[in-house]
């Protein structure tokens, strides 16, 4: 092996082993498929977890990309630039929002909105109040720092990090009526995914959204809506609320955002922002001109009904064959989603086997996720062609066979 050559064991020697990846080390895309080192060729239906929505090497995001690069690349927040002015622009004329802050992840978009939410309620009931409580759900997830994953709804997230912050209530996602006897005059927000994605790819029930949406404006308490997974057009509109009747106070968005480019952004109306006045909160790269100049490329693209109708209708393509997939392998108890978030649940005696399954695909040359050890997720690009997503569904199926031939762990 060439010195200079990197490789699977690489990874456990420099890098610090937070992750578990497989020993594939993908170094090429297109479109919705990968090469890896010894250029197998893989069809991508994880597209970077619901974070390539443009597949790999979109024409437009290239072309944003390299012109950015060759004016200016960063300047900070000493400075504002006519990207980030741009992108937040294209961003409140889309949605409710009015005003905007760039970050860098979802992680960070949820960290803004958490501590804006407080500062909101600090600001409008004085200082001495306890208006400082969050309430989020059971099976929610938001990101890994340390406000975050207190936030989240896995325990398995904040085990060992201890004390978390305090003042956060979990409640059963979907649960009307635990919702309302939680919510009193403490609430400073509720938080909530409209599909939980990492938390096994659940909706929301209409009905929920619209209990939390009246149970906040009865106790000012303000909605917040984490779109990271299932904003950038996923669910086959720009936004998943804007298909729900219901109206966050603010909007996270990440993932997908940048179409491969980290950026997050937090959406909110102006009388909420004033909240964060000079200098209360901000980042050293949140509104970098590359990551602007994608992003703005990505919304340009993404703001075109019909691109939007064939997010559905290729979701309807997926959800036919898994469907007809199942009904001779019988391995998925349900199969669920909205737009290009799919979830597959792993029938009774397949649970906590999804892994399995990722592998299994993986050696079929396909590219899969899970949601949590009981959920195949599949987040592919927006544009995926159909024969890819025909090519893909013959892999799964040989997966399957190939698993079901092994039989399940006991
Ligand atoms: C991925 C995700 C996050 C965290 O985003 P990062 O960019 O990894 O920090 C937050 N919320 C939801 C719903 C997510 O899916």
Known sequence: MNEAEVTRATFDQVMVPCYMPPDVIPVRGEGSRLWDQDDREYIDLAGGIAVNALGHRHPALMQALQEQA???????????????????????????????????????????????????????????????????????????????????????????????????????????????SAMSERTCAVVMEPILGEGGIIPADPAFMNAARALCNQHQALLIFDEVQTGAGRTGALYAYMETGVTPDILTSAKGLGGGFPIGAMLTTRRIASSFGFGSHGTTYGGNLLACAVALALIDTLDNPELMAEVKRKSDLFLQELHALNQRHALFSDIRGRGLLIGAQLAHHWQGQARRLLDAARDQGLMLLMAGPDVMRLTPSLIIPDDDIHEAMTRLDRAMNQLISEGPES
């Not at 409580?133 to 207190?150: A, D, M, P």
Request: aromatic share 12%.
């Open 70 to 180: 060759d004016k200016l690349w960063h300047l900070s927040n000493v400075f504002t630039n006519e990207p980030a002015l741009k992108l937040a622009k294209r961003l409140t004329e889309l949605t409710f929002a009015e005003q905007v802050f760039f970050c860098n992840s979802g992680a960070e978009a949820n960290e803004a909105a958490f501590k804006l939410a407080r500062k909101y309620a600090w600001d409008h009931q004085g200082a001495n109040s306890d208006k400082h409580e969050i309430i989020s759900f059971k099976g929610s997830f938001h990101g890994r720092t340390l406000f975050t994953v207190s936030v989240g709804g896995q325990m398995k997230y904040r085990a060992g990090f201890e004390p978390v912050p305090a003042g956060i209530t979990h409640l059963p996602y979907n649960d009307i009526a635990s919702l309302e």
